[in-house]
């Protein structure tokens, strides 16, 4: 009786295993086909911006508030600030993702002087805060970094630049290729290096080169700039003594614990108190005034401790499958703009990432640059809320989203913005008149028409 019960419920048991089996698989063999869909690249870009966007709100909370309380009296005082730029930083990502794509291209040019301008008069009147070094400008009550819509101001003109070139067939000439981009990179790089912000003159040197890397520059005058890239970057830690003190330092981690490596060294105590699965949000006790930043620069630190091994990998991964969309936007669309626009600003959040990430757990020098998205700062967060949604209105772009966006007719936002006469369509048609106007305008045709017959007869 016993093995006559038992068989059938090892067959039963078989069965389900194989069937759960046959689901794993049937699920892998269908995900190239969910990859290749017509709006993949939309949906993982917005979702991983709403994933980063709350995560970077919840860990700055966390992170901050022990040193919020000390030099406020409240909690929350700077996550109120990140609150605040992440709610305004909101509707600029949407509206964006609803703008045609020849708007971002006309932006360009006076966003980069605008950009020159602002790090101008920051150079003779700006301030310095904490390490000293001149980054930030006070307009009015708020306090801005210049440096960080610039790279957004350069990314969008250097696509514009050399997408003119493209489509006029001059880039046969490495000289074309270089003139004007490498001027303009090179005056915000020159603007922002004078604040003592290498890191962020790395950024934008990689985004240089990430568009001539996209608009088919010759290996030849890549590996040329590279060797001047890392030229320009020598000459200006050797310059500097503090900068040439966090290379020594990096390359002999456990020489000054005390000093130098302060920081680096309470990073990696963070990293590992945090284990596997982390000590639980809230729990860091690095923040209590051992690791400095630990809200901006070090915030990967308190992911580490918090969150754990996993928490970590899930943020690495999440910027993974960031720059895997940004570049599917770049493969996909056909506008030369909007190629080079999308692989400009992968190459930016994905770079400042990696050097972010790469500054906490000790394989870089320290930097002092945002973890995008993620890290308190509303000059940071805004621009690449915008760039974010400007990447979301070139996935739109694509052929086959087009087509498949117009078979969906048109969303709530875009009948909105029709309303207000500023429905714009994804290819860049520009605007379009409101449904009830346009009604309107038929029916006073059709009574002009039919007036017209009258007097005839």
């Known amino acids: 009786m016993a093995v006559s019960t038992s068989a059938p419920s090892a067959k039963r048991a078989g069965q389900g295993t194989a069937a759960s089996g046959g689901g794993e698989r049937a699920w892998l063999r269908e995900l190239p086909n969910i990859l290749n869909r017509p709006l993949t690249s939309y949906y993982l870009l917005a979702g991983i911006t709403a994933l980063l966007t709350t995560l970077g709100l919840t860990m700055v909370l966390s992170s901050s508030m022990v040193d919020s309380y000390t030099e406020t009296g409240s909690a929350f005082s700077l996550f109120q ?7 305004f930083g909101l509707p600029l990502l949407v509206l964006a993702s609803h703008m045609p794509v020849h708007l971002f291209r006309m932006v360009g040019y006076p966003a980069m002087l605008a950009s020159v301008a602002l790090l101008l008069i920051t150079v003779f009147r700006g301030d310095a ?4 070094a001149v980054r930030w400008l006070e307009i009015g ?3 801005v970094q210049p440096s960080e819509p610039a790279k957004l101001a350069f990314a969008l003109w250097g696509a514009s630049v050399l997408a003119r070139k493209e489509e006029l067939k001059q880039l046969v000439d490495w000289r074309q290729l270089l003139m004007p981009l490498l001027p303009g990179c090179g005056a915000l790089v020159v603007l922002v290096l004078v604040g003592t912000d290498l890191g962020t003159s790395f950024v934008l040197l990689s985004v240089f080169l990430a568009l001539l890397w996209v608009v088919g520059a010759p290996g030849r005058l890549i590996m040329a700039m590279i060797a001047m890239v890392t030229s320009l970057g020598s000459i200006m830690i050797a310059v500097e003594d503090f900068r040439l003190a966090r290379v020594t330092s990096f390359l002999n981690p456990s020489a000054d614990a005390t000093d130098a490596n302060f920081q680096l060294t309470h990073g990696l105590y963070a990293l590992g108190t945090g284990g596997v699965f982390g000590v639980g949000i809230g729990g860091s006790r690095e923040k209590w005034g051992f690791l400095p930043h630990p809200e901006s620069d070090f915030i990967f630190a308190i992911i580490g401790e918090e969150l754990g091994l996993i928490g970590t990998l899930v943020v690495v991964g999440l910027f993974g499958v960031l720059g895997y969309a940004g570049l ?3 493969a996909r669309v056909r506008d ?5 626009a999308a692989a400009a600003i992968t ?7 990696m050097v972010n990430i790469g500054t906490v757990i000790g394989v870089m020098p320290v930097t002092g640059i945002p973890l995008p998205l993620v890290s308190a700062g509303g000059s940071a967060l805004i621009p690449t809320m915008v760039a974010l949604g400007i990447l979301l209105a070139l996935a739109k772009s694509e052929p086959d989203a087009q087509a498949a966006l117009a078979a969906r007719g048109p969303s709530r936002v875009q009948r909105a913005l029709s309303w207000l006469g500023l429905d714009y369509s994804a290819s860049g048609a520009g605007p379009k008149r409101p449904a009830a106007a346009a009604q309107a305008n038929n029916r006073s045709r059709s009574t002009q028409v039919q007036a017209r017959r009258n007097r005839r007869r």
């Open 347 to 353: 190459a930016w959040i994905t770079v400042q990432a």
């Open 129 to 132: 805060y904490g390490s000293g």
């Open 328 to 330: 599917r936007v770049a």
């Open 141 to 143: 009550s708020l306090t």
């Open 336 to 340: 030369p703009f909007a190629r080079l």
């Open 81 to 87: 600030k990140q609150a605040l730029a992440a709610a």
